[in-house]
């Protein structure tokens, strides 16, 4: 390591589960501002290819289960999504997908920050906050997001 350059990153035992909980070396991380920090934290690093928890000046490597970052709010008028780590991103109707995991929906954001995006995963309230904008078309169900009727692709 020379002067200057962070330590080299390697995880540490903390895992960022699908479900939006973390744990650290198995543990359950039960106390709220920690977890809150934690979900504001986190960072992709387009270099490392890795993710990482960022508080002040100490990030380590996080395992992360299946996105790293959740959808916590839907803006259907804007079109927008208020994400975990505090940041707002376009919603990408076309990118809408189940989950191989339990089938809650997930999205791709932070498109600029690696080739084809970074998978959100919707909370079970954003969900229910999209699936409620969805309508019935004679092409099939359909989401107006934005002001712009898109057709919902196959979920």
């Known amino acids: 390591m020379s002067a200057g350059q962070p330590p080299q990153l390697s995880p540490f035992g903390l895992v960022l589960h699908h479900d939006g909980s973390w744990t650290h070396e198995g543990h359950p991380l ?30 380590g490597e996080i395992e992360v289960e299946e996105a790293a970052f959740f959808v916590r709010e839907v803006d259907l008028a804007g079109g927008e999504v208020a994400l ?21 929906l997930l999205c791709t954001v932070k498109r600029d920050l690696a080739e084809g995006g970074l998978p959100a995963r919707f909370t079970h309230a954003a969900q229910s906050e999209l699936l409620a904008a969805v309508a019935d078309a004679p092409s099939g169900p359909v989401l107006v997001v934005g002001g712009r009727t898109t057709r919902l692709p196959p979920l």
Do not use: I, M
């Open 84 to 104: 975990s780590d505090g940041s707002r991103a376009p919603l990408d109707t076309a990118s809408l997908r189940p989950s191989p995991r339990d089938g809650a």
């Open 30 to 59: 039960t106390h709220e501002r920690l977890r809150t920090a934690f979900d504001r934290g986190v960072r992709w690093l387009p270099a490392e290819r890795k993710y990482v928890v960022q508080l002040g000046r100490f990030r």
